[in-house]
Every structure is written in structure tokens, then in C-alpha cells.
């Protein structure tokens, strides 16, 4: 890995898959949309829930993840990571997918528990913990926990066992979509300790940025008190949508939080505004955010989803473009 390719920290997004009419990857409107959202400030997650990679094919996602590479490279971007998920069902598909992901351009990866066998391995903690030592032994890519119940069965590790998890020289940090900030805290207290950097530091400067184990919620509803929390950035699908304001956001927490009053001030409200922006979306889903693409961004941008994942409703356009249509002229000014 370029040794100017480490995860910066900060916020973050998870890239939707763009789709044909036909539910075929729309390659294009992928690549467009890697590079809307990289001159927005914001990094670059392909294949993650948003993505519907548990959807795609194996050829697909190595696909999706050369052309995401490609449109980073060729627009200025090339020292920028790319975080990939390469989850799958057991730990030798996972681990299978990870280095073929590093093969196209992956410098990163993020891991999901698998959860087809939590009515058995949801008891066995033991199990769970083995699976992503097997993977983070045998990624040739450092590695991010991705602790999300909601997309994992219902299996939520708890901060003992990602503090037990953080300890591996190829694990470089955790997504936490479990909305827990409170266990982001003691995985940022533990991770930010003077013995485990002296522990782990070598390895984290080749990981990230900030040689930081990085501690990251999975929405920017929460972005100024998980900041306030010792989190160090976030990854959030809203920042498909409106990534300037949440960016901003961002700057203005770290801001503020150094002892800068007024960005404070400033750091608050926009996080009222984005605190909202981000239940929207949340009860929009997929293709909520798809068809905000479509409406407000560029037509073809987004795209259907595939099913299981079910077509967008009427109420759902409704929301878009009534509850976010502030937001969206807001992030045009920016």
C-alpha cells in the first residue's frame, strides 16, 4: 500500500450502487459518483450496505471496485484510500473476496459479522471473535470491525470484545452502526491509552493518517457528540446525499471542540440540520437515497435498487422531496 494511501479519519460515505433500469450496475454514474463525492472533502467506501453488496456478484464487486479506483486516480485523487467491503459468510469467502478487493484497487477493508448462522454463532462469542482473527491474519489490507445488529442478525459485539479485537496489528478500527456512543467511548479510551499506542503505533502510522485506531459511528446524526466522545470521524450514507453540509459539520466541530466559540455555535446547527437530514434518509432507505440522486443531483445517478429490496414508493419520493428539500438547497450554497 503507498504509503500515502491511509485512511484519513473524518467523515466519510458509503457509496450506493448506481443501477440500470434493469438492475445492472450502472458503471458510469458509479464513477461520477465516487467523484462528486471526493471533491466534497468526504472518503470513499464502496460496497458496503448502501451498496448492496451482499446483493452483487463476486465479478461485480471486483469490477465496482477497479472502476472506483480508476475515477479516483484519474480526477486528482490518487492518494486517496478506498475502503471496500468484502464481508461474506464465512471466514474463507471473506477472505477470499478481501484479497481479490485488494487486487483492484482496495487499499482498506471493512467487515461485517456474518449473521446466516446467528441462531448458532450469535451464542458463540468465542466463534465471532476467531472469524475476524482468521480474517485480519490473512488480509493482505488492514482491516475495519463493521458492527451492525441491524445487517448481522442481530449479533452486536460488544466493547470488550472489539477493545479484545483492536489488539491485532491488522485491525486499524471499527464501524459502529449500532448507534452506541457510549461504546465508542470506551474503544476510543482504551485505543487512544499511551499503552496501547505504544503497542500499536507502528502499525497505525502505516494505517491511518493520524495513527489513530479509528472509532467511527455509523451516522452523522451523531457527529459533534461522538467527536465530544474521542470518535474520529464518521461513515454515513447521508453523505451520498448532502456530503459539503456534513463536512462542514466536521470542521466545524473539530473547530469548536479546540476552543473556537463561534464554531462551535456554528458546529451546533449544522448538526440540528443534519441531525434531521439523517433520520430522513434512515427511513427512506436505499432507494430513498437513490431517488434523492435522481431528483435533486443528476437522473440515472442512483437508480433502482434490487430486489429483495422493494421498488420506491410514493411516500417515500414524498419524503425526499418535501423533508430534504431544504437541506439540498442548503448544501448548494456551500
Known amino acids: 500500500m503507498s504509503a500515502s494511501r491511509v485512511w484519513a479519519g473524518g467523515p466519510s460515505v458509503p457509496l450506493v450502487t448506481a443501477m440500470n433500469t ?39 464487486r471486483k469490477k465496482a471496485t477497479v472502476v472506483v479506483r480508476k475515477a479516483l486516480d484519474d480526477n486528482g485523487f490518487k492518494d486517496e484510500p478506498l475502503l ?11 477472505i477470499t473476496v478481501t484479497k481479490e478487493a485488494a487486487e483492484a484497487g482496495a487499499t482498506h477493508s471493512i467487515v461485517i459479522t456474518p449473521g446466516y448462522f446467528a441462531f448458532a454463532m450469535g451464542r458463540d462469542r468465542k466463534a465471532i471473535k476467531d472469524f475476524f482473527i ?105 453523505g451520498n446525499a448532502i456530503p459539503k453540509t456534513i463536512k462542514k459539520l466536521w470542521e466545524k466541530s473539530v473547530a469548536g471542540l479546540k476552543g473556537d466559540a463561534d464554531a462551535l455555535a456554528e458546529a451546533l446547527k ?41 421498488a420506491i414508493t410514493e411516500d417515500v419520493k414524498q419524503l425526499i422531496e418535501v423533508d430534504l428539500k431544504e437541506a439540498w438547497e442548503f448544501e448548494q450554497t456551500l
Not at 458510469?28 to 459518483?33: E, G
Not at 467491503?85 to 474463507?92: D, F, L, M
Request: net charge negative.
Open 134 to 238: 482468521k480474517v485480519f491474519d490473512n488480509s493482505p489490507i488492514p482491516v475495519m470491525i463493521y458492527n451492525f445488529p441491524g445487517a448481522a442478525a442481530g449479533i452486536d459485539l460488544n466493547s470488550d470484545e472489539i477493545i479484545e479485537l483492536s489488539n491485532h496489528p491488522n485491525c486499524f478500527g471499527v464501524k459502529l452502526t449500532c448507534g452506541n456512543i457510549g461504546k465508542g467511548h470506551r474503544i476510543s479510551v482504551y485505543t487512544q491509552s499511551e499503552e496501547f499506542l505504544q503497542k500499536r503505533g507502528s502499525a497505525l502510522k502505516t494505517q491511518t493518517a493520524t495513527g489513530q485506531f479509528q472509532v467511527l459511528p455509523g451516522f452523522s446524526e451523531s457527529t459533534l457528540p461522538a467527536l465530544v466522545s474521542r470518535h474520529t470521524g464518521c461513515i454515513t450514507g447521508t
Open 270 to 310: 449544522l448538526q440540528d440540520r443534519v441531525a434531521q437530514a439523517d433520520w430522513t434518509i434512515v427511513k427512506a432507505g436505499i432507494p430513498g437515497t437513490k431517488y434523492f440522486l435522481d431528483h435533486y443531483v443528476e437522473k440515472g445517478l442512483g437508480g433502482p435498487a434490487r430486489l429483495p429490496i422493494g
Open 22 to 60: 434493469d438492475e445492472s450496475i450502472n458503471y458510469d454514474a458509479l464513477a461520477k459518483q465516487t467523484v462528486r463525492l471526493a471533491k466534497a472533502g468526504m472518503g470513499i467506501v464502496l460496497l458496503g450496505t448502501n451498496g448492496e453488496a451482499s446483493h452483487l456478484s463476486n465479478e461485480e
Open 84 to 94: 471496500v467491503g468484502t464481508g461474506s459468510g464465512s471466514a474463507e469467502t471473506t
